[in-house]
């Protein structure tokens, strides 16, 4: 793999990083979305029931052809469940670098073990630091969504991608919001009387369309873009919302204040109760998943 060393580059930018991870805003500047309320705990649970995005990732690696040897970069790779799987697909001469901003995900995946796997603290915000053509794939693993500068992101990863090589990104469907995303919608509307600019639940979602259209302008070809249905089961309200709380590293309900996030969570709560059944809460995860490639 090409890809200069990140920890070699990436001083100022790790930094801030740092500031980010701790949840101060850098510069003074107005985050976009609340700062992730990031710990040791959040990060082990994100652990222990991140079984879904594992399962969405799966089938986002299968679309994505990886081959014995190949050098990946999983961006935003959380605890690194799915790079794991990736470096056992690109085998020993093949390389695969996981990176998250969250030094906390970081420090779990580092505890994992395959030849050519490896991680670093970094984030969508980093990616100048490789070299261009680094990458035979790039992934984005349920990540996009939290990226706000997407065009960038995009510019970045098309440049870093060998010729011939693809993007595989799974992400949140706009147009397809998820029976329990319904149900926060309308919890925050009953507490708080309107649902104010979503800053609650995964802010930066797009619909097909436009997903497919900014892979399509950032210069990838033969862009397929999916929706994939998928549903599985958390055991009662208070697994949906530890689900909800460590998969967007606590940022659910962190912008309206912890007296009305305890209100609207009592209200979720009671209608999640409603669908309680011997199996548990169906929780439906519609996700899009895309593939494009880099021309030759
Ligand atoms: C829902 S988790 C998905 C983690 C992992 N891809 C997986 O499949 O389990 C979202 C991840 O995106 C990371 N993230 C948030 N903003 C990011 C950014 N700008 N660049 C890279 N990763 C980011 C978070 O730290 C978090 O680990």
Request: contains cysteine.
């Amino acid at each position: 793999m090409r890809c200069q060393g990140p920890s070699m580059n990436l001083l100022p930018a790790l930094l801030s990083l740092v500031c980010f991870a701790a949840g101060l805003s850098s510069l003074g500047a107005a985050p976009a979305v609340p700062p992730p309320r990031e710990s040791e705990e959040l990060a082990a649970r994100y652990e222990a029931v991140s079984t879904p995005q594992f399962i969405q990732g799966q089938k986002l690696i299968s679309l994505l052809s990886i081959e014995p040897g190949d050098s990946v970069l999983d961006l935003g790779c959380g605890t690194g469940r799915l790079a794991q799987h990736v470096a056992n697909l690109v085998g020993p001469q093949g390389k695969v670098l996981g990176i998250d901003p969250s030094f906390q995900r970081i420090a779990i995946a580092k505890r994992r073990e395959a030849a050519g796997l490896s991680f670093e603290v970094a984030g969508s915000d980093n990616l100048s630091a490789f070299a261009s053509s680094s990458f035979d794939r790039v992934y984005l693993n349920y990540v996009f969504h939290w990226i706000d500068k997407k065009e960038e992101t995009l510019r970045q990863i098309y440049r870093i991608l060998k010729p011939g090589g693809r993007i595989g990104i799974s992400t949140g469907s706009k147009n397809q919001p998820s029976r329990v995303r319904k149900l926060i919608r309308a919890s925050i509307r009953e507490v708080l009387g309107e649902v104010p600019p979503d800053l609650f639940v995964s802010p930066f979602q797009m619909s097909q369309k436009e997903l497919r259209t900014l892979a399509e302008q950032a210069g990838f070809r033969n862009v397929d873009c999916q929706v994939f249905p998928f549903a599985d089961y958390a055991k009662d309200p208070e697994e949906v919302i530890a689900f909800l709380s460590a998969s967007s590293s606590g940022r659910f309900l962190s912008g309206v204040g912890d007296e009305r996030r305890e209100r609207i969570l009592s209200v979720l709560k009671h209608k999640l109760s409603k669908l309680q059944t011997e199996r548990g809460i169906e929780m439906d995860h519609p996700a899009l998943l895309l593939v494009g490639e880099k021309p030759r």
